[in-house]
């Protein structure tokens, strides 16, 4: 028998895969999108003993009836269920699924990266916009939000982009 896993980077990583992709999510519970992406990463699905269809039944079996996410618990039930089909034979498949996936965190591979070929870097660089698309990003490239989308009111009294602003007091001395 090997060591036991270490269920607290477990736990880790479980945190860490619930919450890829999705900004309410609070790490406490995995949706079926997150479990199969958890499975893959960590190379539980193997492709032959262990498929995504396989993963997906699992994630069924144990969750609630009418829940749609899974809790580490069930999480750790469901990794029970597929070691005996990635280790048959093995007392220690378990150990051996649980430490496949204990300390990994998500991947980004197949990321979208902009593409520099052709004319797409002359589209993509923020530097040679003109007119009112130039109004919307800063001088270092970034992107300036809401402020760059509205007309927001000067109230100020002058003129849309006079440069003289407060001036008029300096010239006329009373």
């Known amino acids: 028998m090997a060591e036991a896993v270490d269920m607290d980077a477990f736990c880790e990583s479980f945190k860490a ?15 079926n ?3 199969a992406k958890m499975c893959k990463d960590c ?3 193997d492709g032959k003993k262990v498929t995504g269809t396989d993963v997906d039944i699992v994630f069924s079996k144990v969750k ?8 580490v618990d069930q999480c750790k039930k469901a990794l029970e269920e597929l070691s ?6 093995d007392d220690d498949g378990k150990n051996k699924t649980f430490a496949l996936i204990a300390g990994k965190k998500p991947g980004t591979t197949g990321v979208t990266k902009a593409s520099k070929t052709g004319g797409v870097d002359r589209m993509t660089d923020t530097s040679q916009y003109t ?15 809401i402020e760059g989308r509205e007309d927001i009111a000067d109230n100020s009294g002058y003129v849309g982009q006079y440069k003289g ?9 009373k």
Request: glycine share 12%.
């Open 17 to 31: 895969f619930a919450i890829q992709g999705d900004t309410k999510a609070t790490g406490k519970d995995m949706t």
């Open 33 to 35: 999108k997150n479990w």
């Open 43 to 45: 190379k539980v699905i």
């Open 64 to 71: 609630d009836k009418s829940a749609r996410t899974i809790t």
């Open 84 to 89: 005996a089909k990635r280790f048959p034979k």
């Open 131 to 145: 007119g009112s698309h130039k109004e919307r990003f800063g001088a270092d490239g970034k992107g300036k939000g």
């Open 165 to 173: 602003e407060k001036t008029y007091d300096k010239k006329v001395k």
